[in-house]
């Protein structure tokens, strides 16, 4: 996780907008990975992520900024279902709202 703060770190400071980042650190799934280990990994880099973010604002990093996460390749629909639904756990999301007039 020193390594991701230290890549979310960097590009605060070279100004860059858009990184993208693997969930749950692999690039492919592999039989001892069970669906609770990347569910307890999935939270945890995301809850760093979002630390980092936080302490970010502290590095000067006051623009928006965009985070992808990706997932490895060979992830079960099932597992993706529920990494879907925690992020809004994890992320405040913004509701929209359209104030024109119709």
């Given at each position: ?62 623009d ?37 007039k119709?």
């Amino acid at each position: 996780m020193v390594g991701l703060r230290n890549c979310l770190h960097a590009a605060s400071h070279h100004d860059i907008h858009t990184i993208t980042i693997p969930l749950l650190m692999v690039h492919k799934m592999s039989p001892e990975m069970t669906i609770n280990w990347c569910l307890k990994r999935a939270e945890l880099v995301m809850k760093c992520v979002k630390g980092f973010m936080m302490e970010s604002t502290s590095w000067g990093g006051g623009d928006a900024r965009t985070i992808q996460f990706v997932v490895p390749e060979g992830l079960s629909e099932e597992l993706f279902i529920e990494l879907c639904e925690m992020l809004p756990r994890v992320f405040r999301v913004a509701s929209t709202r359209n104030l024109t007039k119709k």
